[in-house]
């Protein structure tokens, strides 16, 4: 096979299991092919450290049979095209947030010269038949740019985050040149089938794309296949995590600790995507309903500080620290807290184990990509003694996990519902539920997930020789 060159905005040494399923799965194909991942190596370099906008220093590294090759951001770029577009517009918007998106005109010219020196910097150490596969919203022009610069490889492009309906994609300044450097591609990869319909329904209406056969689309002069690849996680990881001495020792206290209480787990970044407060308004009802719960179910939060420098990040914190106060406040017992809520990241090591301990997980984001939490909690149960899992019908997950409990994520009053539903579960259908879920995650782990969008992307019809890429 072809060398595989992974481009992300983060880079991860895939000798850490640290560094999470993902990063270990595209590691394994990685160290298969002797690879290359390239990415920002985190460091911002200020402008009296002579950081300049579209200038960065490139280190290399090797890992096993893995090149790590890594550039520096100026402050400037780090603020336009990370803080400000990335974060700043494309992460609400995708997310449905218009509200939250801040259309600095300065963002985008900061995107577009970061996407420039990263395909600069890149295309120094391309090969012709590398096969170049680009994730995430970071980098969406990525491809466009290599072209531009006379790079005819096999580049494929996969989309971690939801695609929105056209309506609100059309509210970027700019979102034509955006979908538009999508076709620079020859694979694009969506989450789930509902956003690869808003691509060909943006791509038909808006860029008057032609639809061809094999889920390919024809427009400004080139030809890309889109497809639904939704991710998963390496189960069989993650269950051996669970019989680990931490994931046992996290279990086995957990279990102790809590003997003679129901526990419910809620494990995000702290995102305002991830419907925190309303999942903290749905538990609060749910006390306030059924008083059966009181003195029994306690939900532990771990949130994981992200992204404190965005604004938006800091609302939300508070906004979740006061509604914790209050239920403890209001609820509370000399002997009981019903909720635990840690502002910190918990060591992957141990979640495991605390999600074993739990009954119920409340995964509750008003949007999101895929949402891997769910899955893990899934990964991590007793087969003969499962939790359950109460979902937001807006997660990309819920396309595969039919059978968890379904919930809207804007509904208090239901998500409290079926948290009162997953609490009194009886043992059978409990067991029912997850033997089906576990088949869907085993069917489409996070290997099936790298090896079909690689497949996908090698067969994917090569654009004729000779079509000009016109310049965006
Ligand atoms: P995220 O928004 O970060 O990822 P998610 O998929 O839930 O969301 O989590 C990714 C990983 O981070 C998981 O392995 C999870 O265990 C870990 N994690 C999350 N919160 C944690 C915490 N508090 N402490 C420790 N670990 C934590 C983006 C998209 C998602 C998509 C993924 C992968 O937003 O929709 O599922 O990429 O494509």
């Known amino acids: 096979m072809a060398r595989l060159v992974v481009v992300s905005n983060r880079v991860a040494d895939p000798r850490k299991t640290a560094a999470g399923g993902l990063a270990v799965a595209l590691g394994e194909v990685l160290n298969n092919t ?50 400000g577009y990335a974060n700043g517009v494309l992460w609400p918007v995708f997310h449905y947030r218009l509200d939250l998106a801040d259309f600095d005109p300065r963002y985008i010219t900061g995107y577009r010269r970061v996407n420039q020196m990263f395909a600069r910097k890149l295309k120094a150490f391309l090969r012709d038949d590398d096969i170049v596969w680009v994730h995430d919203y970071h980098l969406m022009p990525l491809a466009a740019e290599l072209r531009a610069l006379g790079c005819s490889q096999r580049i494929g492009f996969f989309l971690h985050i939801p695609l929105p309906p056209s309506l609100i994609l059309a509210a970027i300044p700019g979102h034509d040149w955006l979908i538009r450097a999508l076709f620079a591609f020859d694979l694009v990869g969506f989450q789930s089938k509902a956003d690869l319909l808003h691509f060909a329904r943006y791509a038909e209406a808006e860029a008057h794309a032609h639809r061809l056969d094999g889920g390919r689309w024809r427009a400004f002069n080139r030809t890309v296949q889109a497809g639904a690849f939704p991710i998963g996680i390496d189960v069989e990881e993650f269950e051996s995590l669970a019989q680990a001495p931490e994931g046992r020792e996290m279990y086995e206290r957990m279990t102790r600790e809590y003997s003679r209480r129901k526990l419910l787990v809620g494990v995000d970044r702290l995102d305002y995507t991830k419907g925190l407060p309303n999942r903290m308004r749905a538990f609060r009802e749910l006390l306030e309903r059924y008083p059966e719960h009181r003195n029994s179910a306690t939900l532990i939060q771990i949130a994981s500080p992200s992204r404190e420098d965005v604004v938006a990040y800091n609302d939300i914190l508070k906004e979740l620290e006061s509604l914790c106060g209050s239920i403890n406040g209001n609820f509370g017992e000399l002997d009981w807290m019903p909720v635990r809520y840690i502002h910190r990241t918990v060591a992957r090591q141990r979640l495991p184990g605390l999600y074993r301990a739990s009954r119920v997980a409340m995964v509750t984001p008003l949007r999101d990509g895929m949402n891997l939490v769910a899955k893990e909690f899934l990964a991590a149960q007793d087969p003969a003694d499962p939790g359950v899992l109460v979902l937001s019908r807006f997660a990309g997950a819920a396309e ?39 088949s869907v995650l085993r069917s489409q782990d996070v290997h099936w997930w790298c090896d079909s969008f690689l497949d996908a992307l090698v067969q994917a019809q090569p654009e004729e020789t000779g079509t000009p890429w016109l310049r965006l």
């Open 400 to 438: 595969q996990l039919r059978d968890a409990l379904l919930v809207n994520p804007y509904d208090v009053e239901s998500i409290a519902n079926a948290t009162h539903l997953a609490l009194q579960m009886p043992l059978e259908e409990r067991r029912m539920r997850h033997q089906q879920l576990m």
């Open 34 to 83: 002797g690879g290359l991942w390239f990415g920002w190596s985190g460091k911002v370099v200020e402008p009296a450290q002579g950081g300049r906008p579209g200038e960065g220093q490139v280190h290399t590294q090797q890992a096993g049979p893995v090149k790590l090759v890594t550039v520096d951001l100026s402050r400037e770029d780090h603020d336009t095209f990370y803080a």
